[in-house]
């Protein structure tokens, strides 16, 4: 049972994901992180972050099952997994690996999320969820997020940052960020976390039952 969710940064994909596989007892993959530890490793090692040479040397070598996601989740290196992420034989050679994933674990299934899951990773997906909120929400979703990690984080800031990247997420040539046409779209704007869940499974429900 493979589960596909996609969608902008900070719409609330990740937690849906999570909480998907917890639900289903599946394994769950964040490839925001996978895209986030290439970059983290160029910005570490001060190596450019358009030397695909190097990224695909990470990317062949990052652990999936194990990456930190309190580390890289820092908002800084989403802007620098963005940007690796324009890169045509990095992304092949990370969704060779999100592929290999999806496969393992005994070939129960899996939830991915990211933005190219249900177009690109997993066409045949069971059930795609395109996640979305306006990005005022989105913004002070992740400024608050921040907050609580006890960091400090402007409202108007974060939000100039995440239209930047969902820009250069949606208009790269290669896997763009955008809805599967045999996705469905969740608008989370408004909803708190148990209600979009709610929303979540029964779509996933829906979709299993082969009534989308
Ligand atoms: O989901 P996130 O914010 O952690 O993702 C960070 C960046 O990684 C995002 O701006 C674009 C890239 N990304 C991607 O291109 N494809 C994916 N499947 C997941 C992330």
Do not use: W
Request: proline fraction near 3%; aromatic fraction near 2%; hydrophobic fraction near 45%.
């Amino acid at each position: 049972m493979l589960i596909a969710i996609d969608g902008p940064a900070a719409s609330g994909k990740g937690t849906l994901a999570r909480r998907l596989a917890t639900h289903y007892g599946l394994r769950h993959l964040d490839t925001g992180l996978s895209f986030r530890a290439v970059g983290a490793a160029l910005l570490a090692a001060g190596v450019a972050l358009d030397d695909e040479e190097a990224a695909i040397a990470v990317a062949e070598t990052v652990d999936l099952e194990d990456l930190d996601r309190d580390r890289l989740n820092a908002h800084g290196i989403g802007e620098a997994a963005s940007r690796v992420a324009t890169m045509p034989a990095l992304r092949a050679a990370l969704v060779a690996r999100q592929r290999a994933f999806a496969q393992g674990g005994g070939g129960d299934g899996a939830v991915l999320d990211g933005r190219d899951i249900g177009t690109v990773v997993l066409p045949d997906a069971v059930a795609k969820l395109f996640v979305t909120a306006d990005p005022a929400t989105r913004a002070r979703r992740r400024a608050a997020e921040i907050r609580q990690r006890g960091g400090t984080a402007c409202d108007t800031d974060i939000l100039a940052d995440l239209v930047r990247r969902d820009r250069r997420d949606s208009d790269r040539a290669v896997a763009p960020l955008k809805p599967a046409d045999d996705a469905y779209l969740l608008d989370t704007t408004g909803m708190d976390i148990e209600t979009a869940f709610s929303a979540a499974v029964e779509i996933v429900e829906r979709a299993k039952a082969g009534r989308m």
